[in-house]
C-alpha cells in the first residue's frame, strides 16, 4: 500500500504563492507516476499537474500552464505543486495521487490518494 500526506494548504490572496507538498510512504516502487488533482465546491475532480519517476517529462492543465511547476524529490519521496499568480478561480481541495508506471491524465487511473487540502484565494 502507499500513503499520500498533502501539506502547505491555506488561506492567500490573489496573485500570492503558495506551494503544497505530498510525501509518499509504504510501497514507494508504486508512485511511478504522481499527479495533483483539484476539486471546487460543486465541482468534479480535475486533473492540474503530473510527473513523472525521473521528473523529466510534466504535464499541466491548460488553466494552471505558466504559473504552476509540478516537482518531486525522490530521495524524499515528496512531490511538489509550486503555484504562483494564484487566482480566486483556483480555490479548491488539492488532491496527490500516485500510480505505478507511466503518467495518466485521468483520475480513475490512478489507486492512490491522498486526504487533500484546501486552498482559497481571495479576491
Known amino acids: 500500500q502507499v500513503r499520500l500526506v498533502e501539506s502547505g494548504g491555506g488561506l492567500v490572496q490573489a496573485g500570492e504563492p503558495l506551494r503544497l507538498s505530498c510525501a509518499a510512504s509504504?510501497?514507494?516502487?508504486?508512485?511511478?507516476?504522481m499527479a495533483w488533482f483539484r476539486q471546487a465546491p460543486g465541482q468534479e475532480r480535475k486533473f492540474v499537474a503530473a510527473?513523472?519517476?525521473?521528473?523529466?517529462?510534466?504535464y499541466y492543465a491548460d488553466s494552471v500552464k505558466g504559473r504552476f511547476t509540478i516537482s518531486r524529490d525522490n530521495a524524499k519521496n515528496t512531490v511538489y505543486l509550486q503555484m504562483n499568480s494564484l487566482k480566486p478561480e483556483d480555490t479548491a481541495v488539492y488532491y496527490c495521487a500516485a500510480r505505478n508506471l507511466v503518467v495518466m491524465l485521468a483520475g480513475n487511473e490512478y489507486p492512490y490518494w491522498g486526504q487533500g487540502t484546501q486552498v482559497t484565494v481571495s479576491s
Open positions: 509504504g510501497r514507494t516502487s508504486s508512485t511511478s507516476a
Open positions: 510527473i513523472g519517476w525521473d521528473g523529466g517529462r510534466s
